[in-house]
């Protein structure tokens, strides 16, 4: 199978605005299929509600966008941290009250919405911000809401794009969500047969996610350690540590007091957690 490949700088460089814009300007959009991708076409045309509330994070050029309004969907909202495709999709749909298209940080928007649509957002993401997404996601998230697209079923050597596999991927959404699908596409592109899972996640409202900044870790056996401490507290269901372990995303039955987090801890003074807030 070809490589998928969108790089045109190295990818040392930090993965914002103006490093996706410059793939826009140089037109090494690789991820980009000219058409809305065959799997999430197939879920639209089951979603049965025209009027519920529509994201696409790192929408680009959104084929997908263009897709729901063709099929008479009514409250769809594209978002982007790259200008220049915002601006080719405000002037494409400037008389179109259907969508709402935002350029923006996906991690600082705020909404509810019944549905996000997930196509080559999430392997664009450096590895490193996962938690913040599984977080940021059940925020956004309407209680009933579902997460549904595509993963990437592989790795890569270098990103983006950035890959996984499914077992990375269960552990990283568990608690926070329920698993309504999570299996190999049947109908991706052909350079990508295989190597895509489709996604239907459905919010559990039922938990409180958290997200924290975490200090002192320096491996992951000290790691591995902390994980298990804090999810031996009572009401924790799931412990999810970046790869840097400077974050670490908490799943509970109810709020646990950052006290109780930090006490567990304190068997090394140098350990110190703290919430982000929304």
């Known amino acids: ?5 969108c790089c045109v700088v190295s990818c040392d460089k ?26 999430i076409q197939t879920y639209v045309d089951t979603v ?41 999709l405000k002037e494409k749909f400037k008389n179109n009250s259907n969508i709402q298209i935002i350029l923006g940080d996906f991690f600082e928007h705020q909404g509810k919405y019944d549905l996000v649509l997930e196509q080559t957002f999430f392997c664009a993401l450096p590895p490193t911000m996962r938690q913040k997404y599984v977080w940021k996601m059940h925020q956004l998230l309407a209680d009933e809401g579902i997460l549904a697209g595509l993963l ?8 983006p794009p950035f890959g996984g596999s499914k077992e990375e991927y269960e552990k990283l959404f568990a608690a926070a969500f329920d698993f309504l ?50 999810i031996a507290i ?28 930090q006490h567990v801890i304190s068997y090394d003074e140098k350990y110190k957690i703290k919430k982000i807030n929304p």
């Open 234 to 261: 009572d009401g924790i269901l799931n412990v999810s540590m970046n790869s840097t372990f400077a974050e670490v995303l908490i799943v509970s039955k109810n709020e646990i007091a950052i006290q109780a987090l």
């Open 1 to 5: 199978m070809e490589d998928i490949k």
């Open 181 to 230: 699908k999570m299996e190999v596409s049947e109908n991706s592109i052909a350079p990508r047969a295989d190597s895509e899972l489709f996604i239907e996640l459905k919010k559990n409202n039922q938990v409180v996610v958290n997200l924290y900044e975490f200090e002192g870790i320096t491996c992951s056996g000290c790691m591995e350690t902390i994980t298990e401490k804090l």
């Open 14 to 39: 930090p993965l914002d605005a103006a490093y996706w814009e410059a793939q826009y300007e140089a037109k090494t959009t690789g991820w980009d299929l000219g058409k809305v991708s065959p799997p």
């Open 152 to 159: 990437f079923n592989r790795t890569f050597e270098s990103g």
């Open 48 to 88: 049965t509600d025209k009027n519920c509330s529509i994201l696409i994070p790192g929408c680009g050029n959104s084929y997908e966008a263009e897709y729901l309004l063709e099929q008479g969907f009514t409250n769809s909202t594209v978002i982007d941290i790259a200008p220049t495709p915002v601006a080719v």
